[in-house]
């Protein structure tokens, strides 16, 4: 079967496309940035950048695709993330119909009886609005997904992990039934193959309703951590959302989407769905356990992207998503005279730029025991993966193209720096350098914010330099 997948590197569709891959399906996957490396680099996907919200961007996807799984969602975007998904949806649904599309099976959420916040309205007229065309949905409705980067296990996972105690409204009481990725994925790979589901809503739930108490608790335990969970009576939950602000690093437009519905009591009836497409359930504390172990392979891609184990040095207590500086500039040099000043790193020019701010943070990071001050190059004549340029490791080289390097001072997070260059025409290239922060709960994120201003001011810096030393290379 011809598939294509909406939200093909998000959380879930991350792992689904290969599950559908090994099934034996031809897929075909779909992003919202160009620039986001597929994480399969050995497998044949074809690959469309979409923007749903335009009606024209949408059609030479579908082209001969028979299902559509759809797992997109926009709370990152603020407040009007509500109206965004529904016209992104009803675009799609329309586009889709006219295509020829026989189905689309859509990822959404378990929901109260009576739905108050905005995340669960706009799950559910997501729905509505993917069916508006008349086109056949099946809609399987999940609750919170133990999984790496799941936004919901990683707001747990930064609170328990990091907080001695946390104040919370008397709605952490409140029950759902956590579900592990790899059931979900077993549930939407085959439900591709069930075309009698068109226009079913069923529900995904795992083997035990917890109150969110219980499930923090449960994380904490796999972290040996001890956190005193406080309900406060009366506690607004929009004061929850300002403090997650502070001590997860999850989005917070992300993060406030979901902890508004917390206080909801979810519905969950499973059992058509069980009964439908039986499977071993696993349980809360082995799920947590499975994600602690992916996040200790030893993996990294091409280009920097959220959970890389590798910078967040192995540590689950690194939070998920990064924080980042970025600053470009477009150079009136080639990739390859660009490349060859990038080359210099960590020699006599050292950094390029503001070289005494560098100087000092290597000093700090010698007082405080590590190896800042241990300058060199092990091999001064080319980067190579796996070598070191002073403090830094490299993690990946792609020659003329991009550099990535882990951070390699004390600090209470992990992170890195990425150098990409982009040809833009036969004499000018674009030179982008980002800084990435998996923060180790509020001291990362403290860290993190304190040397913000600095890092604005050299990466500015850096840019500048490296683009006036690649234009003084004379080409041959």
Not at 236 to 247: D, F, K, S
Not at 360 to 377: M, S, T, V
Not at 433 to 455: D, E, K, M, Q, S
Request: charged share 20%; aromatic share 8%.
């Amino acid at each position: 079967m011809k598939i294509l997948v909406i939200g093909a590197l998000g959380t879930v569709g991350r792992k689904l496309v290969p599950e559908l891959l090994a099934a034996g399906h031809q897929v075909a996957i779909s992003s919202r940035y160009a620039s986001k490396i597929a994480p399969w680099p050995d497998s044949v996907c074809r690959r469309f950048t979409l923007n749903l919200l335009y009606y024209d961007s949408i059609p030479p996807a579908l082209d001969g695709v028979e299902l559509i799984y759809y797992l997109m969602h926009a709370m990152s975007d603020g407040q009007t993330h509500t109206s965004k998904e529904v016209i992104a949806a009803r675009n799609l649904a329309h586009a889709a119909a006219s295509a020829g599309v026989n189905r689309i099976i859509y990822l959404g959420s378990l929901v109260s009886a009576r739905p108050k916040s905005d995340h669960m309205l706009a799950r559910i007229a997501t729905g509505e609005a993917l069916s508006s065309s008349g086109i056949a949905v099946t809609e399987l409705r999940a609750g919170i997904i133990i999984a790496p980067g799941s936004a919901a296990f990683e707001v747990m996972r930064d609170m328990v992990g990091h907080m001695p105690f946390a104040l919370v409204p008397n709605a952490i009481e409140t029950q759902a039934p956590p579900i592990a990725l790899v059931n979900v994925l077993h549930y939407l790979v085959k439900l591709a193959d069930m075309p009698e589901t068109a226009g079913m809503i069923l529900d995904a739930a795992g083997p035990q309703w917890l109150s969110y108490r219980q499930l923090m608790l449960k994380i904490a335990k796999k972290f040996n951590k001890n956190i005193k969970i406080i309900a406060i009576p009366g506690l607004p939950i929009r004061v929850a959302c300002t403090v997650l602000g502070v001590v997860t690093s999850v989005p917070q437009n992300l993060a406030k989407s979901l902890i508004a519905g917390l206080a909801e009591q979810l519905q969950a009836r499973p059992e058509s769905l069980r009964k439908l497409i039986p499977q071993s359930l696993i349980s809360v504390e082995q799920a947590i356990d499975d994600v602690f172990k992916q996040e200790q392979i030893l993996s990294y891609p091409e280009r920097w992207e959220d959970g890389v184990p590798a910078f967040r040095n192995f540590s689950s207590l690194h939070g998920f998503y990064a924080k980042s500086a970025k600053n470009s500039i477009t150079i009136q040099a080639s990739p390859e005279q660009i490349w060859q000043v990038i080359n210099l790193l960590g020699g006599e020019h050292r950094y390029f730029y503001f070289n005494s701010l560098w100087a000092l943070r290597e000093w700090i990071d010698y007082l405080c025991g590590g190896d800042g001050r241990h300058h060199g190059r092990t091999d001064s004549s080319q980067l190579k993966v796996g070598d070191r340029i002073d403090s830094w490791t490299i993690l990946s080289v792609e020659e003329r193209r991009c550099l990535v390097m882990r951070f390699g001072m004390k600090a209470p997070g992990g992170g890195g720096m990425q150098i990409t260059i982009d040809p833009d025409r036969a004499d000018r290239s674009i030179l982008k350098i980002a800084l990435y922060w998996h923060p180790a709960g509020i001291w990362g994120l403290v860290y993190w914010y304190f040397f913000a201003p600095w890092h604005k001011l050299l990466l500015t810096g850096m840019c500048k330099k490296i683009a006036q030393l690649a234009q003084q290379i004379k080409t041959p």
